[in-house]
């Protein structure tokens, strides 16, 4: 099993910024994909980014040019930068773990944009 416990929620005025953290413990398998995923509410899930263990990203073209991911593959921990937030980036955002093996998620995260 795999735990991922996320920070880094809350309420922030547009053009505000936030950082998410995901931090993963457990049975991690050294090749492995870590992404967010958001949802907002009578939306689907949707993909916002990814990185690899290598370091390969893929940022969504929605947030693309204001969202940034990044990992510290020491501490097994993926970030999610967040500029220039607009309302309709509000969604409950969730941490996602991928391998060859399993794909868990985070209980998520939830990011209000709001004046």
């Known amino acids: 099993q795999v735990q991922l416990v996320e920070s880094g929620g809350g309420l922030v005025q547009p053009g505000g910024s936030l950082r998410l953290s995901c931090a993963a413990s457990?049975?991690?398998?050294?090749?492995?994909?870590m992404g967010w995923y958001r949802q907002a509410p009578g939306k689907p899930r949707e993909l916002v980014a990814t990185i690899s263990i290598g370091g390969s990203t893929y940022i969504a073209a929605s947030v693309k040019g204001r969202f940034t991911i990044s990992r510290d593959a020491a501490k097994n921990t993926a970030y999610l930068q967040m500029n220039s937030l607009q309302p309709e980036d509000t969604a409950v955002y969730y941490c996602?773990?991928?391998?060859?093996?399993?794909?868990?998620w985070g209980q998520g995260t939830l990011v209000t944009v709001s004046s």
């Open positions: 996602n773990y991928r391998s060859a093996v399993n794909e868990h």
């Open positions: 457990g049975s991690i398998v050294s090749i492995n994909v």
